[in-house]
């Protein structure tokens, strides 16, 4: 696909909407509307640019958080699973299990051992 600079920038841009605004529900066109770029040309640009689609991407970042939050604070698994936007806890434990191996309970368990070691 040949993105011009401005198909860069605009998908730059997405990235940084995603980012910033993680815990929240963002579909494509509306990602595709708020850059001025449109949905096709977006996902396969983001895909090329950034080597993962927009939805791994954002599962990627929503994990990433989680596990910051299991490690520095208290908070529960429910409260975790709605701050980093999903409204599922099982959907959500189901995922995070899938990618690390184990439950958001046991990854901080874990995690702490290796801290008091």
């Known amino acids: 696909m040949s993105l011009s600079n401005q198909d860069m920038a605009n998908i730059q841009q997405a990235r940084t909407i995603l980012a910033e605004n993680?815990?929240?529900?963002?579909?494509?066109?509306?990602?595709a509307r708020q850059t001025g770029i449109n949905e096709a040309k977006l996902k396969e640009g983001f895909k090329e640019l950034f080597g993962q689609s927009i939805h791994t991407y954002l599962q990627q970042l929503r994990l990433?958080?989680?596990?910051?939050?299991?490690?520095?604070?208290?908070?529960?698994?429910?409260?975790?699973?709605?701050?980093?936007?999903?409204?599922?806890?099982?959907?959500?434990?189901?995922?995070?299990?899938?990618?690390?191996?184990?439950?958001?309970?046991?990854w901080r368990k874990k995690y702490r051992e290796q801290q008091d070691l």
Not at 22 to 31: N, V
Not at 69 to 77: G, S, Y
Not at 78 to 94: M, R
Not at 96 to 103: A, P
């Open 64 to 106: 990433e958080k989680a596990q910051h939050l299991l490690r520095t604070t208290d908070l529960t698994v429910t409260d975790i699973t709605y701050f980093i936007g999903y409204s599922h806890v099982t959907h959500f434990t189901s995922l995070f299990r899938k990618e690390t191996g184990f439950t958001p309970t046991e």
């Open 22 to 31: 993680f815990d929240k529900h963002i579909t494509i066109p509306q990602l």
